[in-house]
């Protein structure tokens, strides 16, 4: 369930400027994770650190590209859940 709500909270974060530009202000992967999962509980979404870093892990092979930190570009590139 909580690998459920983390995609449901991305797609939130995706259609929510305000929640983008938090977590691109991070400037680094534990400081996005723990915002991530900081900002997901505040928005009534319930995920674990692990998860929130399998799923960079994830989307990083997926697009075959090195996530680097702060995450600037990353907003700019489409992504879907």
């Known amino acids: ?37 900081q900002l997901g509980e505040e928005n009534g979404y319930s995920f674990t650190t692990e998860e929130v870093v399998e799923e960079i892990q994830r989307y990083a092979q997926q697009q075959n590209i090195e996530v680097r930190f702060p995450l600037t570009d990353i907003v700019a590139t489409p992504v879907t859940y």
């Open 1 to 37: 369930m909580s690998r459920e709500n983390l995609e449901r909270f991305l797609q939130v974060v995706l259609e929510t400027p305000a929640l983008q530009e938090q977590i691109v202000s991070a400037p680094d992967q534990d400081s996005v994770v723990r915002l991530a999962v």
